[in-house]
């Protein structure tokens, strides 16, 4: 079942790519996503969204602090999927989202555009 989740393109930290940079490789062995780019897509909710997992990578199993979780989705016709670590620093209303592409170029969207989001999940 699928289910779109409607947001708004927003800023990040600049911390994710710095972070998720240095474990690319195992994240993409992990995801399945061979050319994943170690950035996200920040996506403000009106609702928080419950992350439903499809794969996780235990803080024990790599050299970072915390486990980091992903969820496949699709942004447009991008697959991709949302990640969120254990601490979930920006909380349920935000959304990030890896892709193998620079989904702001691919989508053509800027910080404040609405962008529509499908997990493969059913609603709550």
């Not at 928080?48 to 992903?70: G, N």
Request: some cysteine.
């Amino acid at each position: 079942m699928e289910r779109v989740l409607d947001g708004i393109v927003s800023d990040g930290k600049k911390v994710a790519g710095r972070v998720l940079g240095r474990y690319i490789d195992q994240i993409r062995a992990t995801v399945r996503l061979p050319s994943l780019l170690p950035n996200t897509l920040n996506v403000n909710l009106q609702f928080p969204y419950r992350l439903r997992p499809d794969f996780t990578i235990s803080r024990h199993d790599w050299a970072h602090h915390e486990d980091v979780s992903f969820e496949a989705c699709r942004v447009g016709d991008v697959p991709a999927v949302i990640m969120r670590t254990s601490t979930n620093y920006h909380g349920d209303h935000v959304l990030e989202i890896m892709a193998e592409v620079n989904l702001r170029e691919a989508l053509g969207v800027e910080t404040g555009d609405a962008v529509e989001v499908t997990v493969f999940a059913p609603a709550d």
